[in-house]
């Protein structure tokens, strides 16, 4: 596993699960989701994994929408813009596989199927590789999304079986603490490490409760942090977040205490091997 002096901080501020109705600070709207990118931007975030909603904040992966998101995130921002190929449960794979011709930066592509609390997230092998392939096309640099430790073997056999993503470089992200999914644990993180390719990257995000146990287990073991409403909207026990930047800055902050600062999206850019309207040859230095 590749190990780094500084920490990957992606923020995931809106998924698709939480409706706006039980949680109105969620950011649904473009200008939301501009804004709170900045925010994010600005205390330590350095990409942003995008979920979109429509004019009813329901969630929804229309392509012009998702053109319009990137094309706004990328002038509004420095963030490294990475689109969900996950989309809501519910979502057809036709409709996900589109989202890779709204051309973002990276995309998500999870490594099977997993139950997901009352609902069932379907991942069929197939179906990865056409999103591996179609991401590799693109130029496209894929978050390889692991929810269960017997997913990492699916991603051997795809790298194994269909070379390497765009860019060469593998980044996993370890989503932990889904029910239906691998608990959110030092134990269960340790293992997930063992698993990871050599030479990848990894992230790691816990759902809910587990966020702080997995945030600190990451940053401990050498990982990198997501964090995010997408994936917890409580801070503290009795406590809801006030925002995205708010989880931003604890992980940075934490980040920082671990002597592992968050690093700016233009050396995550080299990391990853992400090119782009920003990438290294765009940047004067
Ligand atoms: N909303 C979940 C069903 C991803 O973004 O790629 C899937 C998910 C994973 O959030
Ligand atoms: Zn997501």
């Known amino acids: 596993m590749s190990q780094s002096t500084g920490t990957i901080i992606t923020v995931a501020p809106t998924g698709a699960e939480h409706a706006k109705n039980d949680v109105p600070n969620l950011p649904v709207t473009l200008a939301e989701l501009v804004s709170t990118a900045q925010d994010c931007e600005r205390v330590g975030a350095a990409m942003i994994h995008v979920h979109i909603r429509d004019d009813d904040g329901k969630p929804t992966l229309d392509l012009g929408r998702l053109k319009d998101t990137v ?80 997913q990492l073997a699916t991603l051997h056999r795809l790298l194994d079986k269909h070379g390497p993503p765009a860019g060469g470089h593998v980044h996993v992200d370890l989503v932990m603490g889904v029910p239906g999914g691998m608990p959110g644990d030092v134990e269960t993180l340790v293992s997930a490490m063992r698993l990871i390719p050599d030479g990848a990257t990894f992230s790691a995000t816990g759902i809910g409760r587990s966020t702080l146990p997995v945030m600190l287990a990451s940053l401990s073991a050498g990982g990198h ?30 980040a920082r205490i671990a002597q592992r600062p968050p690093l700016a999206s233009v050396h995550v850019r080299e990391l990853l091997g992400v090119k782009g309207e920003k990438g290294l040859a765009d940047v004067a230095v």
């Open 225 to 254: 942090l997501r964090v995010g409403m997408e994936d917890t909207i409580s801070y503290a026990r009795g406590e809801r977040v006030k925002d995205n930047a708010q989880l931003v800055a604890r992980a940075a902050g934490l």
């Open 71 to 150: 094309a706004a995130l990328r002038d509004q921002t420095n963030l490294i813009v990475q689109l969900s190929t996950g989309g809501a449960v519910t979502d057809p794979e036709s409709d996900r596989l589109r989202v890779l011709d709204a051309m973002p930066d990276s995309a998500s592509c999870t490594m099977g199927t997993v139950n997901f609390g009352d609902d069932v997230f379907l991942n069929r092998w197939e179906f990865i590789v056409e999103l591996h392939k179609g991401m590799r096309d693109r130029g496209i640099v894929p978050e390889y999304e692991i929810f269960d430790l017997g």
